[in-house]
């Protein structure tokens, strides 16, 4: 049971890599550091465990079975299975929608039901009040869109979550109730992938830290 990149070649020109023979590891209840300058390869490691990106060789190994497909070609249990946070939450977040309306989103999107109690749970654990839920996005300042974007990535209970410069844009009490929210995730068994240029970040956040444009070196 583990999210792998194997072996991962990717980037968006042909002939320009970002990533080169990159293996990366994320067991369940592990939060994986992922480290370096931009420009480094990060974000796109991020994009492609998080089954947005197609790389151009190698694979990802989903709990054992290889996935097949990017985005909305990847089977519907493999996408539900790994839930994302984006750096720029005005961007990742749909205007027109209240905060309410974007944590339930992928409900809505997979046809699955509401779970009240549990909705209600991500909306305390985030620190989302029943006002601030009502509200649209250009109504509330980054680090309250930015705890929206994260219970709806927790919404569907994924086994996987990848945190791309989740807290880059936010204050550093917002910082310490996100990452204490994922820790909290993590310890329950969820597998974390933390992207950060904040290196005394994930000194305290992660279990370990993988630095991407360093293929030889191995895990740890």
């Not at 985005?71 to 519907?76: E, H, I």
């Not at 905060?99 to 809505?108: A, D, F, G, H, Q």
């Not at 109730?177 to 820790?183: G, K, N």
């Not at 974390?192 to 895990?219: G, T, Y």
Request: with cysteine; net charge positive; glycine share 10%.
């Amino acid at each position: 049971m583990s999210l792998v990149a194997e072996r991962i070649v990717a980037g968006y020109r042909r002939g320009v890599r970002v990533l080169d023979g990159v293996d990366v590891t994320v067991a369940p209840g592990e939060v994986v550091g992922l480290a370096g300058p931009s420009g480094c390869g990060k974000s796109t490691l991020a994009r492609v465990l998080a089954l947005l990106h197609a790389p151009w060789s190698g694979r990802v190994v989903l709990d054992g079975g290889a996935v097949r497909g990017v985005r909305y070609r990847a089977p519907r249990n493999h996408r539900t299975a790994v839930g994302v946070v984006f750096q720029q939450p005005r961007l990742a977040a749909d205007p027109r929608l209240t905060l309410r309306e974007i944590v339930v989103e992928p409900l809505l999107a997979t046809g699955r039901g509401a779970d009240p109690a549990w909705e209600e749970e991500l909306h305390d654990r985030v620190g989302l009040t029943a006002e601030l839920l009502g509200r649209r996005p250009h109504e509330v300042s980054d680090g309250q869109l930015q705890r929206a974007c994260l219970a709806r990535a927790l919404v569907l209970r994924p086994r996987y979550l990848v945190c791309d410069e989740m807290t880059a844009m936010l204050d550093a009490s917002t910082t310490a109730a996100l990452v204490r929210v994922v820790a909290e995730r993590a310890a329950a068994g969820t597998g974390v992938l933390a992207v950060s240029h904040d290196e005394e970040l994930l000194a305290v956040w992660a279990h370990r830290v993988r630095r991407p444009w360093a293929p030889a070196v191995a895990d740890g």
